[in-house]
Nanobody, 118 residues
Framework: QVQLVESGGGLVQAGGSLRLSCAAS????????MGWYRQAPGKQRELVAV???????DYADSLKGRFTISRDNAKNAVYLQMNSLKPEDTAVYYC????????????WGQGTQVTVSS
């Protein structure tokens, strides 16, 4: 098991930047994938970025070049740097940990609100 706590959300003007943090309750070194998802009002949760074992990263096509996922194994933390924010980036952002064993288990944080004003 792993507990995840997000932080760093807030209100920012369009064009601004935010850095989200996700603190894990245990070592993330052996976790198969750590990622960020977001959910806007009235929409389904969608992938933002994921970092898999070996530091392979994948991003939603529409976010490439503006968002960057990174991790610090020593701090058991994952980060999401968001630049050139747009009003359509407004959503609750969730940290995810995926552990693959006998089956696949997903763990989620409580989410952090990001609001981008125009």
């Amino acid at each position: 098991q792993v507990q995840l706590v997000e932080s760093g959300g807030g209100l920012v003007q369009a064009g601004g930047s935010l850095r989200l943090s996700c603190a894990a309750s245990r070592s993330i070194f052996s976790i198969n994938a750590m990622g960020w998802y977001r959910q806007a009002p009235g929409k389904q949760r969608e992938l933002v970025a994921v970092m898999q074992s070996g530091d392979r990263t994948d991003y939603a096509d529409s976010l490439k070049g503006r968002f960057t996922i990174s991790r610090d194994n020593a701090k058991n933390a994952v980060y999401l740097q968001m630049n050139s924010l747009k009003p359509e980036d407004t959503a609750v952002y969730y940290c995810n940990a995926r552990i693959v064993g006998v089956g696949v288990r997903d763990y989620w944080g409580q989410g952090t609100q990001v609001t981008v004003s125009s």
